[in-house]
């Protein structure tokens, strides 16, 4: 299966072409009558208009929704905004207003009347749909995530904004899912509250929209949301289908739920279990799947509960989680003289899983197990029984599977659905997802208010055969092979305490890896580049866990990744944590290693099936190469496939991938399809023309990677001539979009190298932000790039600010200026850093007033005292920013005030010697100083800790001098006044052996001449 890219989900299309495909489905019963109810909503004058139309899951909730709006609303002018909180439910709805096979029509489009084309977008934060700066003002239909939009609303996106605005008032919102409608966020989308820092809501702003929600489980316990959803739709529900009517109707089965135990003991460890308990829908731990899968005493308890009620549960789908499962399974059914086989996605199995799924349609087999094949999207046949094999946490997932068996006689199904759940006896109490009649819905064993994200198969971290391994027991390899297999993989290592992890040392230290692949590889590099010039103080602690620092934590994905619920890595998050705490806890800050994977491209099956299929070798040749290959012990095939057959089979399907990626179909073509065909068949003008066009198709939507790879294909075999000059001209353009090296440093030169915000001159924090960010609107011209230090640019986000102005475009005083969480993190470096104040106070006002404000400033941090004088430019009404700098300055003078008096006293220092000021310990002496010729400085302690930073602490720590001693060379160059004198030591009265022991430990430190300059410092 071919991998769908952005492109796909545009679709943009004559109607007259649509029209001549008409869908020929018709609605039955209930859904013409919920359709009838619709329409009469519609056609009313009652505002505001909301109304929500219920239907269980098996009875063609979205068919009937995207039948309405055709045939109405889309007819009358309208646009339709459609959200759901999952990617599952935006390609179903996609795939409702259109086939998923072009070439065998059914447009349900085609209803629509007065228009002539139509245009469909889906929108959310992954990569292969489009982002909300693509919306344009002309589509029709915008099919997206609700995290998306609510984002977007929030920070009045101009191209959403422009969707809006061009609909006129003629809006209908479809909300997917409707019972997550209460939710805060949806909620204050759709109508708003009554906060003064909320913005107008959608019906604040159009009165006159209309909201249509659609839910199978449209009832709450709870009155508060129950309230809600009467707000959100006034006029309530204006269809229900009654599950009893339609099981009577035999549009429902009857489900009949069967628990069968199989007195088998499980348990997770504790962190297995504590991640459970955080997120239900990581599902159980793949490796406690696979050993569930094996249990041989299982997998005959399951054949045994179909062999003895066949009569019972006749035609039935069993589903299971490992291809050797499946295999298992089925060879002890076929035992039975069960007539049965297997449906899974793997390598070469294409056409068995096609004769097994014909088989059972037509009564040939009694039972077919899969995994997960048959979850959705197939059209599977009166199954009169459905097997779940393992419990599961995920609702979806377990919504997914009980539909197969759902249907009724009138949809093709059963009158019955037996539901039958294997459970085994769980050590813990886990809140599984079961199915509750009642509701017609997925719930929970234990109420509780958690949201469900979709379920997903955690990807290994520690060797690149688990990952084959997954590709090759279930899981469908979609597109280029060699994009399944990691680039590489970093290496992080890192001491972590309280944890049962296995390790790679006997001091604690943990060594992990981190698998990296070509789409999130980037990502990872501007991450890591990022973070080596942060203040990794709070990271450089075994203690700290995720929650600690979600916030940071979280800020770093949003910056450098998609949102985390919209991504194949699931754990990035703790990907990020664990970079952040490798990081943290390296003395120099030194990143992670990266390991690259430099015989990946020898293990590339595409480049394989290339070579032979080009060479047109035979059967004969192909198989002797592969088994030469697999058989050679310098090669990993062998390990990778732990069978020569099921490495036959991978081969096999990169050779229909390789042969058949392309859809051949005759379908509607899309614009960029008719221009590819030019390129192909076209004079010379048109193929110029052509290219020229894509260029442009390129910048103002979205081309295929593939037309991308094309266009440089035609520029490298033409180069000379006019169509090279063409295709590299294109291919400039479209690279255009993207800022070189080159670019970056001529922006950071003509801006001085310095952070127009707050005046940091460190080039290795420098950055080149989009004035009007990108996030907005692609503008790499010069005048809308200026050079921000990573601080400032991280705190600017998305927000349009141009520093190179130095009056601010504010008409009133903004409400907020605010120190508090600065402060809370000041160290002691920072508090008698006048520098440190400077660059804080130049960013606090110029964000205040949204420009360049600051003229000059200059600050005087003299122990306890603080105080600053500063000049705005012309055209910043100082009287805005005064009252907050009054309130901030007590606070800073408290904080600073605070953090001083935390420090211990000297202990020895240059004019006194008393015996009190000697701290002796054990194991340790340490050394407090007093910086009697630094005015900024009134007193401090400074120690080191073996493998840390040199830094000033509040307490005595537990070191030998001797590994003090080791480091204090090191940094003793940056050390400019006098702590400690032989003088000092000599007079001080303490006993023999400690005087002695002072004595070494400054004999130690006589480097550079000077025999009286030692301390510790950060």
Same mark, same amino acid.
């Given at each position: 299966m071919k991998t769908k890219e952005k492109a796909d989900f545009l679709f943009y299309a004559d109607l007259d072409e649509c029209r001549d495909q008409l869908s020929t489905r018709r609605p039955v019963k209930h859904q013409e009558s919920a359709i009838y109810k619709l329409n009469d909503w519609f056609k009313s004058k009652e505002f505001p208009a909301g109304t929500i139309m219920v239907l269980p899951t098996g009875s063609g909730k979205t068919f009937t929704a995207v039948r309405f709006l055709c045939q109405k609303p889309l007819s009358d002018g309208y646009k339709v905004l459609w959200l759901a909180h999952t990617h599952h439910l935006l390609e179903q709805a996609f795939y409702s207003f259109i086939p998923k096979d072009k070439t065998k029509g059914g447009y349900e489009v085609g209803f629509i009347q007065n228009k002539d084309d139509i245009k469909i977008r889906v929108v959310s934060g992954a990569s292969n749909n489009f982002n909300v700066n693509q919306i344009k003002k002309t589509d029709d239909i915008i099919i997206a995530t609700l995290q998306t939009i609510t984002n977007a609303y929030k920070k009045n996106h101009p191209q959403l904004e422009e969707f809006l605005k061009s609909a006129d008032g003629k809006l209908i919102v479809v909300f997917d899912e409707a019972h997550h409608a209460p939710a805060p966020t949806y909620r204050k989308l759709l109508i708003g509250d009554n906060s003064d820092d909320v913005r107008e809501s959608l019906r604040e702003r159009f009165p006159e929209i209309r909201i249509l929600g659609l839910t199978a489980t449209p009832t709450y316990n709870d009155e508060e949301k129950k309230g809600w959803l009467k707000e959100i739709f006034p006029q309530e529900i204006i269809y229900q289908a009654p599950i009893d009517g339609l099981i009577l109707e035999k549009i429902l089965a009857k489900p009949k739920i069967t628990e069968s135990k199989t007195h088998i003991e499980q348990e997770l460890d504790e962190r297995q279990y504590q991640r459970l308990v955080r997120d239900y829908e990581k599902d159980i731990p793949q490796k406690m799947i696979k050993t569930l899968a094996a249990n041989k005493n299982r997998n005959q308890h399951i054949v045994d509960t179909y062999v003895n009620n066949k009569d019972k549960y006749n035609k039935t789908i069993i589903f299971a989680d490992r291809f050797e499962q499946c295999e298992y399974l089925n060879k002890l059914l076929l035992d039975k003289n069960i007539r049965s086989d297997v449906m899974y996605s793997a390598t070469g199995r294409q056409k068995a899983n096609t004769e097994a799924l014909d088989k059972f349609r037509n009564n040939e087999i009694d039972v077919?197990?899969?995994?997960? *094949?048959?979850?959705?999207?197939? #059209?599977?046949? #009166?199954?009169?029984?459905?097997?779940? =094999?393992?419990?599961?946490?995920?609702?979806?997932?377990? =919504?997914? *599977?009980?539909?197969?068996a759902l249907r009724g006689p009138k949809f093709g199904g059963s009158e019955d659905a037996n539901l039958v759940f294997f459970i085994d006896n769980w050590k813990q109490q886990i809140n599984w997802a079961i199915w509750d009649s009642e509701k017609w819905g997925a719930g929970r064993a234990i109420a509780d208010e958690t949201t469900v994200s979709p379920p997903w198969d955690l990807i290994s971290v520690k060797l690149v055969q688990d990952l084959i391994e997954k590709l090759g027991s279930g899981e469908t390899i979609t597109g280029s092979f060699n994009k399944s297999m990691p680039i590489g993989w970093y290496q992080v290592d890192f001491f972590r305490s309280n944890e049962s992890r296995k390790s790679d040392g006997s001091d604690g230290k943990t060594k992990e890896l981190i698998m990296v692949f070509e789409d999130n590889a980037k990502g990872y590099e501007l991450l890591i580049e990022y973070l080596k010039d942060k203040n990794f103080e709070k990271f450089d602690d075994e203690s700290i866990r995720l929650k600690d620092c979600a916030e940071e934590v979280n800020i770093w994905n949003q910056k450098f990744f998609q949102p985390e619920n919209e991504q194949i890595d699931r754990d990035i998050l703790r990907n990020i944590f664990r970079i952040a705490l490798h990081i943290g806890q390296d003395k120099d800050n030194n990143p992670p290693k990266f390991i690259k994977f430099e015989e990946r491209d020898k293990y590339d099956l595409d480049n394989i099936v290339k070579e032979y299929v080009e060479a047109d070798y035979g059967p004969r040749t192909v198989d002797t190469k592969l088994r030469s290959l697999y058989d050679n012990p310098e090669q990993i095939w062998s390990t990778l496939y732990y069978n020569y057959d099921l490495f036959k089979s991978q081969y096999n399907s990169c050779v229909e991938w390789y042969l058949n990626g392309e859809n051949n179909g005759k379908g509607i073509a899309s614009e960029e399809e008719r221009l590819v065909k030019i390129l192909q068949n076209g004079t010379l003008q048109e193929k110029i023309n052509a290219c020229n066009s894509l260029a442009e198709l390129a910048i103002e939507e979205e081309i295929h990677d593939s037309i991308f790879n094309l266009l440089q294909k035609i520029a490298d075999e033409n180069k000379g001539h006019e169509l090279g000059f063409a295709a590299e001209n294109a291919v400039k353009k479209i690279l255009s979009q993207e800022l070189t090296e080159e670019d970056k440093d001529r922006i950071k030169r003509r801006d001085g190298y310095l952070c127009l915000c707050c005046g940091e001159y460190s080039k290795r924090k420098l950055q080149v932000d989009h004035i009007n960010p990108s996030y907005y609107k692609m503008d790499n011209s010069d005048d809308n790039l200026q050079?921000?230090?990573?601080?400032?640019?991280?705190?600017?986000?998305?927000?349009?600010?141009?520093?190179?102005?130095?009056? =601010?475009?504010?008409?009133?005083?903004?409400?907020?200026?605010?120190?508090a969480k600065d402060l809370e993190f000041a160290e002691i470096k920072g508090i008698i850093d006048p520098g440190w104040w400077e660059k804080l106070l130049r960013r606090k006002i110029n964000f205040f007033y949204h420009c360049g404000a600051v003229k000059t400033l200059r600050v005087d941090a003299t122990g306890e005292n603080f105080n600053f004088q500063y000049e705005l430019h012309e055209g910043n009404p100082s009287e805005w920013i005064l009252p907050h700098l009054q309130k901030m300055t007590i606070s800073i003078q408290k904080t600073q005030k605070n953090l001083l008096e935390s420090i211990p006293q000297p202990i020895i220092s240059i004019e006194e010697s008393k015996s009190d000021y000697l701290?002796?310990?054990? #194991?340790?002496?340490?050394?407090?100083?007093?910086?009697?010729? #630094?005015? %900024?400085?009134?007193?401090?302690? %400074?120690?080191?800790?073996?493998?840390?930073?040199?830094?000033?602490?509040? %307490?005595?720590?537990f070191y030998s001098h001797g590994k003090i001693d080791k480091h204090i060379p090191r940094i003793l160059g940056k050390v400019e006044k006098v702590l400690l004198s032989k003088r000092g030591i000599n007079n001080v009265e303490v006993d023999e052996k400690t005087r002695n022991e002072l004595l070494n430990l400054l004999k130690s430190l006589e480097v550079k001449g000077s025999k009286n300059r030692i301390g510790y410092y950060h």
């Open positions: 077919i197990i899969n995994i997960k *094949m048959l979850t959705e999207g197939t #059209d599977v046949p #009166d199954v009169d029984s459905i097997f779940l =094999t393992r419990q599961t946490t995920s609702e979806i997932l377990l =919504t997914q *599977m009980v539909g197969r050079t921000l230090c990573n601080k400032c640019n991280g705190l600017k986000g998305t927000e349009t600010i141009d520093f190179r102005v130095n009056k =601010t475009p504010l008409k009133e005083s903004p409400t907020n200026l605010s120190f701290i002796r310990t054990n #194991d340790a002496v340490i050394v407090a100083a007093k910086f009697a010729l #630094d005015e %900024y400085f009134k007193h401090s302690v %400074y120690m080191c800790q073996p493998n840390r930073a040199f830094r000033p602490v509040d %307490y005595l720590g």
